[in-house]
Every structure is written in C-alpha cells, then in structure tokens.
T-cell receptor
Framework: QKEVEQNSGPLSVPEGAIASLNCTYSDRGSQSFFWYRQYSGKSPELIMFIYSNGDKEDGRFTAQLNKASQYVSLLIRDSQPSDSATYLCAVNDDNAGNMLTFGGGTRLMVKP | EPEVTQTPSHQVTQMGQEVILRCVPISNHLYFYWYRQILGQKVEFLVSFYNNEISEKSEIFDDQFSVERPDGSNFTLKIRSTKLEDSAMYFC???????????FGPGTRLTVT
C-alpha cells in the first residue's frame, strides 16, 4: 500500500510570510509529484508538479523534491489570505494507470 | 481556458438505485480518471481509462461500478446498486499524457439515502 503523508495542520502564517508545506511518500520508485490546492467544498486545483530532484519555481510557488529522503515540499512566498486552503500532495504511479495517491492535505490559514 | 465539466452537481438517490455520473474531459486530453472523496477524508482513486479501456482500477471499483466513453466527448461512471457508503464527492479528471498533471472537474456530490 503506497502512502503519502502530510501534517494536517492547520498551519497559520501572517500575510506576507512564507508558508512551508511538507509531504513524505513511501514508494521509492515514484517519479512524478504534484501539489493541488483545494478550497472548502471545491475540487482539487493543480498548482505545481515536479519530476526532478531540486527546486522548481512558478511565480510565488516553489516545489522542492528530494528523492533520497522521499520528501516533497511546497513553499508559498508572500502568502495572501486568498491562499488559505487545503494543500494536497499527490504522487503518480506510472505503473498503475497513472493513478494519483493523495495525502490527507495540510490546511493553510493566512491571517491578514 | 478549457475545463473538465461534470453533471449533475448534486445527485440524491435511494439505496439500491442506479446512478450515472457524467463528465466531459478537456477536449485534447487522452487519459481519464474518476476519484472520490468522502467528507473529511482523502481523495481516493477509483479508475483510470485510456484508449477506450480501463488502465487501472482500485479495490473500491468493484463489480457495482463501470465506466464508459459512449462518444468522443463524454466519460461516464455508473454505480449499479448504490449503498449508503457510496455517498461522496465524485471527481472526474483528465490529462493530456499519462504522467502529466491531472485536471479535475468540479465534482458531483452523491447522496445515498
């Protein structure tokens, strides 16, 4: 059973601060990693993906991957109240129909 | 910007009834998926579909479930005889390639009474 683990939070940060969200995964062979944002009552929205070790930046978001430690993180710079949501880490299984295994999500609260 | 669409947004049904949930994936996408999310729980994979056949299905996707792509645009999930525990949000997703990001529709909330 492949597992993806996240701290459920809530993670509370002040507006303008950096929010750091973390995720660990159990399958060492995993190759593709995704971050989704889910507002309450809404569907997951893809915000970042990362395939290679290191950092990948897109606007205010930076994804970090360390395959040796089986660790993925998402940094949100200049956090805004509109970033308040649950952030889901997902891992793709290329050998199983590209199914995504999701973590339980970390709830982020950005306080004005 | 193209989006995945799903209908209906909310379906209420009685236990034992059949339901069909409908999805229109993004038009140039080739891979299609169904997930579900029980209230307060993780998003769970149900099934993936490519080239008109199932690529993978989870343990949840038992004989009561089926998927179909009846034409060039629709992708449906049928639950043959609903149970109370089938109550959940059902999300359809699509992706242009297998290992790429999957784009989710708004979901159908299924309530089984």
């Amino acid at each position: 059973q492949k597992e993806v683990e996240q701290n459920s939070g809530p993670l509370s940060v002040p507006e303008g601060a950096i929010a750091s969200l973390n995720c660990t995964y159990s399958d060492r062979g995993s190759q593709s990693f995704f971050w989704y944002r889910q507002y309450s009552g809404k569907s997951p929205e893809l915000i970042m993906f990362i395939y290679s070790n290191g950092d990948k930046e897109d606007g205010r978001f930076t994804a970090q991957l360390n395959k040796a430690s089986q660790y993925v993180s998402l940094l949100i710079r200049d956090s805004q109240p509109s970033d308040s949501a649950t952030y889901l880490c997902a891992v793709n299984d290329d050998n199983a129909g590209n199914m995504l295994t999701f973590g339980g999500g970390t709830r982020l609260m950005v306080k004005p | 910007e193209p989006e995945v669409t799903q209908t209906p947004s909310h379906q209420v049904t009685q236990m034992g009834q059949e339901v069909i949930l409908r999805c229109v994936p993004i038009s140039n996408h080739l891979y299609f998926y169904w997930y579900r999310q029980i209230l307060g729980q993780k998003v769970e994979f149900l099934v993936s579909f490519y080239n008109n056949e199932i690529s993978e299905k989870s343990e949840i996707f038992d004989d009561q479930f089926s998927v179909e792509r009846p034409d060039g645009s629709n992708f449906t999930l049928k639950i043959r005889s609903t149970k109370l525990e089938d109550s959940a949000m059902y999300f359809c997703a699509s992706s242009p390639r297998g290992s790429g990001g999957q784009y989710f529709g708004p979901g159908t909330r299924l309530t089984v009474t």
